[in-house]
């Protein structure tokens, strides 16, 4: 069964410093990748998806992530945090058949808390 | 931005009450989903509907779970003898169609259910 690691539970970083947050997934295959932001009392919103292509996909917020097949990781970058950026990130994975399609079920990580020092 | 609505944001009920989670998905929205968050813990598919049927569902979505759609924007989670351990934060989401480019969830703000 697919499973997404997300090593840290919590981080914290200076505004204005650089952030990553790591996501290693199990698949026999390439997945579909995301990773969703959590703001207190907000639902769950997309920064970023990977699909296929270019392993290094941009998001909203200034967020990007890279896909690494070797390293079967997903990883989220920011170059400069902001005190908004403080949610918790989710990262996930859904499946597909081998035609290529998928139900949708989303299979999440355990999530990290990101905060951030002024 | 169209988006998914969920009421209530905060449940309380005894155990043993029946609930319904109640989700409006986005209007043109084909596949709907519902998934929890014990506090602390994974978010957690539960099941997913499809065509006005049950598409894939986990060992967590046993017979006390149930979805329904009503009519042609409600989308509803009914848990029908709630327990201490349904206590959770309820997401309901919704995407476009089957198609990889679309293979995009959208999520609603949560229910969170308090069961005492």
């Known amino acids: 069964a697919q499973s997404v690691t997300q090593p840290d539970i919590h981080i914290t970083v200076s505004e204005g410093a650089s952030l990553e947050l790591r996501c290693n997934y199990s698949y026999g295959a390439t997945p579909y990748l995301f990773w969703y932001v959590q703001s207190p009392g907000q639902g769950l919103q997309l920064l970023l998806k990977y699909f296929s292509g270019d392993t290094l996909v941009q998001g909203i917020k200034g967020f990007e992530a890279e896909f690494k097949r070797s390293q079967s990781s997903f990883n989220l970058r920011k170059p400069s945090v902001h005190w908004s950026d403080a949610a918790e990130y989710f990262c996930a994975v859904v499946s597909r058949n081998a035609g290529g399609t998928s139900y949708g079920k989303l299979t999440f990580g355990q999530g990290t808390i990101l905060t951030v020092h002024p | 931005e169209p988006e998914v609505t969920q009421t209530p944001s905060h449940q309380v009920t005894q155990m043993g009450q029946e609930v319904i989670l109640r989700c409006v998905p986005i209007?043109?929205?084909?596949?709907f989903y519902w998934y929890r968050q014990i506090l602390g813990q994974k978010v957690e598919f539960l099941v997913s509907?499809?065509?006005?049927?049950?598409?894939?569902k986990s060992e967590i979505f046993d017979d006390q779970f149930s979805v329904e759609r009503p009519d042609g924007s409600n989308f509803t989670l009914k848990i029908r003898s709630t327990k201490l351990e349904d206590s959770a934060m309820y997401f309901c989401?919704?995407?476009?169609?089957?198609?990889?480019?679309?293979?995009?969830?959208?999520f609603g703000a949560g229910t969170r259910l308090s069961v005492l």
């Open positions: 989401a919704s995407r476009e169609r089957l198609a990889v480019a679309k293979n995009i969830q959208y």
């Open positions: 209007s043109n929205h084909l596949y």
């Open positions: 509907f499809y065509n006005n049927e049950i598409s894939e």
